[in-house]
Structure formats: C-alpha cells, structure tokens
C-alpha cells in the first residue's frame, strides 16, 4: 500500500481567473463572520493558506460549519502548501486528501494539501477538502489507509488512478465559491 495515494481530489476545473476580481479591493464588504475566526482543529502549515482559510472563514458560513463540524467529530486536519500530485499517473491537483489516517487517543488526524495564493479557488478548495475530512470522520471504524480506500470505493468514484471524488465534496465547494462571491472582500489578516 502507498501511503501517499490521493484519496480524493481538488476539481481540476478550478480556474486560476477567479484569483483577480477577489483582490479588487473596491467593493464594500457584504458579508463577515463579524469576528475573530477560529481554525478549530484544522491546521494550514503555510502563511498564505493561512490567510486563505482565515479569509474564507470570515465569507462563508459553509466553511465555517466544516470547521466547526470537524472538530465537534474529533477531527485534526493538517493542511499543507501545494499542488497534489497523484502518485499512480502524475496528475496534478489544485488539492488532495492522503489516504493516511493518524489516530491518538480520541483524535483522528488527517493530512491534505492545497495550492496557495489562488484566491478565492483556494479558498473553495479547502472547502472540498474539508468535505472530504467530514466524510472520512463521519464514518465510524476509519483508522487506516485501507479503510478510507473502502469508504471511498463505497461512496466516491474514481476519477484517476487511485484517486476518488464525492459529490458532497463538490457540492460543498460550490457552495463555499456562491458564498465567496457575495462577499467579495478580502480581508487582511496576519495568522
Ligand atoms: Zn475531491
């Protein structure tokens, strides 16, 4: 078993033109969390998908309800910066989900990856790899790699060579990218 396999997969249709209009900066804000933001447990390792997800969570409700929802199932989810790549046919992916699954304790720990410094297509893709973490914590019985592969053979379909997508995930996204674009501001932040 590889244990770098992607699970599940950022949309590859995700356009980099959606970066612009998000930085405009001229447009009043619409909409705000009306608060400091909570990343719950889940963790981005780069200071840009830092911003990003403090951003998103300030713009959509979708997002936060993820967030909040991953931690309420015992979830931690470690983000890190960058393109997925598929092991199986190199594919590239604007994000992923590992396949692994640490558990301690009570805690189920999970292992992503995002592209940064997409604007709002970032931001919609934490959102569908947050919907992706949901899944596999709402599943009883996940502790390793060979039962996230079961849950996504049962629930997601295949797309690439060991790589799976959910309808909920992209559901999700569409979502976090409808709310996104009625609250264009961006706001600066420094987490
Ligand atoms: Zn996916």
Redesign the pocket.
């Known amino acids: 078993m590889n244990g770098k396999r992607v699970a599940?997969?950022?949309a590859l249709a995700i356009g980099l033109a959606a970066n612009s209009s998000a930085f405009s900066g001229a447009e009043p804000a619409m909409c705000s969390a009306g608060g400091a933001v909570d990343f719950g447990s889940v963790h981005p390792q780069d200071a840009a998908l830092s911003s990003a997800l403090a951003d998103g969570l300030e713009r959509s409700a979708t997002l936060r309800g993820l967030v909040r929802r991953i931690q309420l199932l015992n979830g931690v989810v470690f983000l890190a910066a960058g393109p997925w790549r598929n092991q199986a046919d190199r594919t590239v992916f604007s994000g992923g989900m590992a396949h692994t699954v640490a558990v301690r304790g009570q805690w189920r720990i999970l292992f992503g990856r995002v592209e940064p410094s997409r604007g709002d297509a970032t931001i919609a893709t934490i959102g569908?790899e947050l919907r992706?973490a949901v899944e596999i914590l709402e599943t009883p019985g996940i502790v390793d790699a060979a039962s996230i592969e079961r849950l996504y053979e049962r629930i997601g379909f295949e797309t690439h060579a060991g790589a799976y997508?959910?309808e909920n995930?992209g559901r999700a996204e569409r979502a976090v990218r409808s709310e996104l674009s009625r609250c264009r501001r961006v706001a600066v932040t420094n987490r």
């Open positions: 599940v997969i950022g569908h992706h997508e959910t995930a």
